[in-house]
């Protein structure tokens, strides 16, 4: 059983990994699941610090990456149109089957929410749309940078507890 759900956790590593770019898989959830289910096996006693600090992490990284796009939008110089414009058209280019909807939704949301509904010109409007796709990178970069930070806390743990699971 012990094998089975270190092959089970590390499965769970390799897709939250690859969660971090696709944006409807939650990778850095899915990569603390990884780590929690090496503490299920018996070999590994259970370290409640690691797990809880982890999990911290991973509820305040959930709640900043729906509040990063906004604030890039605002950051950029966009308006509540724009910030409206970038969560609706990060939601519907979820949703959709295109191609980088979770870019493209975004900045077209926060281009339309600009131009239409505040009034600005184009290059304000444009500027704030850049905001919201480059707060959208960032979140993700900072997504993949800490499942390859949790990837690299399973193989800590793994090699730690090697002779005990093998």
Do not use: H
Not at 31 to 50: C, E, M, Q
Not at 101 to 110: D, E, K, R, V
Not at 135 to 140: C, E, F, K, N, W
Not at 144 to 166: D, N, Q
């Amino acid at each position: 059983m012990d094998i089975f759900l270190l092959i089970l956790g590390l499965a769970c590593m390799f897709i939250g990994i690859l969660g971090s770019f696709l944006p409807v898989l939650p990778g850095i959830s899915i990569s603390w699941l990884g780590i929690a289910l090496l503490y299920f096996t018996s070999a590994i006693p259970v370290n409640y610090w690691v797990l809880g600090i982890s999990l911290l992490v991973v509820i305040l990284f959930s709640i900043a990456n729906y509040v990063l796009p906004a604030k890039g939008t605002k950051r950029f110089g966009g308006s509540k149109a724009g910030i409206w414009g970038t969560n609706i058209g990060l939601v519907v280019g979820l949703l959709t089957p295109i191609p980088l909807g979770f870019i493209i939704g975004p900045f077209l949301g926060a281009l339309i929410g600009e131009l239409f509904f505040d009034s600005k010109n184009t290059q304000q409007a444009l500027r704030a749309a850049t905001g919201s796709v480059l707060a959208i990178l960032a979140s993700g970069f900072i997504q993949f940078m800490l499942c390859v930070i949790y990837f690299g806390i399973f193989i800590s743990i793994v090699w730690r507890y090697k002779e005990i699971l093998f």
